[in-house]
């Protein structure tokens, strides 16, 4: 895991990242790159969080790569440089990731995700006395409904690849897949003919692995006078298409002053502007929530005996409890709308507003240093904390972009000692 931000007002965006990163789920080593260049000569700059790897190739790899067919080539908008980089990966796919590789690399994710569904059911029918076949039926299909609700991607259906050709590229992955998941089970021809569809909506619907990359490019268009950045999900490529979706666009402008936008562990920044830790604030909403749903039930339960100790001599009948029961919902609902509209107020007013109003006016050495703060606050929380590994940690990079200085390093850890590698510099603007 790793923690990175990015804080734009409208002199600019700084950019920070930690170097943390973590290989086995326990081997954690704290020198990793997140933080780059994505132009030599434009004020660009790009982030990258979860996955190192795109198909086992390094990101840092994917990005120098671009940097240097890139050249110094512009465009009017920061976005049309995210476009231009996913369109270099489209471009250079059979490049960078052999067809065998790709299809290696699928079949990885179909078993893994068929393993599970089998772990699911394994589990559920230990737990119950219920038959496995039912089991099997009822999460397969579980699974199968959830994601034929997703959208289908406009980067794998396209106007030249039907749905029809996807299924047949994919047929024999699939079905090798489920042979081997579910291998020693007997499974019917309908619970086949779902995951058969499980398999065709993991490549072509908005569901993302555990593995994706996040991609944040940030910076300025050489018509953009305000800085911006484009947020991207990552996941893999096969069939030399990529699959990624938008994840957020964000821009300073005349009526946004200020943005601040965390990415990966982002709990301890949330805390910070929102004034309140964001599980914390998550339970608090789910235990009122609870608590006003099952009072009604508990008041018409004890109703008779309230009566009695109230002195009341009447007699309720159930029709009139069921009618009490549902005026009491329709009172929770109001008291609980009015209770969380003024708690957001509250928040706004005292919290986010204060916090975002104050980096509005921050000058850009202020940036970089609120950005490199956020980032240290994550990873000192996971330095003390017993019940969590230091996912976040190690040296933080920064940066500042601006549309006058352009890309500016503020902290920068190097593998090798500057003093003795003249000529990693000499090269780096050196004509190609």
């Known amino acids: 895991m790793t923690a990175e931000i990015a ?104 078993i893994g995700h068929f393993c599970e569904i089998r772990h699911i059911i394994e589990e559920r029918v230990c737990k119950s006395n219920r038959e496995f076949s039912e089991v099997t039926s009822t999460e397969i299909r ?104 938008l994840h957020s666009h964000k821009e300073v402008n005349n ?28 339970n608090l909403v789910n235990f009122l929530v609870e608590l006003f749903a099952g009072y009604p039930d508990i008041l018409v339960k004890n109703i008779d005996k309230i009566t009695r100790d109230a002195g009341l001599n009447c007699q309720i009948t159930d029709k009139q409890k069921d009618n009490i029961k549902y005026k009491l919902s329709e009172i929770n609902v109001k008291i609980l709308d009015y209770f969380f509209k003024n708690l957001n107020n509250y928040q706004d007013n005292e919290h986010i507003r204060p916090v975002l109003d104050s980096v509005a006016f921050l000058p850009k050495d202020e940036l970089a240093l609120m950005a490199e703060s956020l980032v240290n606050l994550t990873s000192f929380k996971r330095r003390i904390s017993l019940r969590e590994l230091e996912t976040v940690g190690g040296p933080v990079d920064v940066a500042v972009i601006s549309k006058g200085d352009g ?16 000529q990693f510099f000499e090269n780096y603007y050196s004509e190609e």
């Open 7 to 110: 804080v734009m007002n409208r002199m600019g965006v700084a950019l920070a990242a930690d170097s943390a990163v973590t290989i086995g789920g326990q081997k954690i080593y704290n020198s990793a790159s997140k933080l780059f260049t994505l132009s030599k000569y434009q004020p660009v700059g790009i982030m990258v969080y979860g996955n190192a790897d795109l198909n086992n190739v390094p990101w840092e790899t994917i990005i120098k790569t671009f940097r240097k067919e890139l050249a110094d080539s512009r465009f009017d908008s920061l976005k049309e440089y995210s476009d231009e980089f996913i369109a270099f990966l489209s471009r250079r796919a059979d490049q960078f990731f052999p067809v065998p590789d790709q299809k290696e690399n699928f079949l990885k994710i179909l």
């Open 142 to 245: 579980k699974r199968y409904k959830r994601l034929k609700e997703k959208d289908f991607l406009d980067c794998i259906i396209t106007d030249d690849t039907t749905e029809n050709d996807v299924v047949s590229f994919l047929y024999s992955m699939i079905e090798y897949s489920i042979g081997l998941a579910f291998e020693g089970l007997s499974l019917s021809i309908y619970d086949k003919n779902y995951l058969f569809n499980i398999g065709f909506y993991l490549f072509c619907k908005d569901w993302f692995t555990k593995q994706r990359s996040g991609i944040v490019v940030a910076g300025f268009g050489e018509n953009d006078i305000f800085p911006s950045l484009v947020s991207l999900h990552v996941d893999f490529v096969l069939d030399n298409k990529l699959k990624y979706r």
């Open 407 to 422: 890309f500016i390093w503020i902290r920068r850890k190097h593998y090798f000692k500057p003093e003795l590698n003249h």
């Open 255 to 282: 009526q946004i002053s200020s943005v601040i936008f965390p990415f990966a562990q982002k709990e301890m920044v949330q805390s910070f502007i929102n004034g309140i830790d964001p599980n914390y604030m998550t």
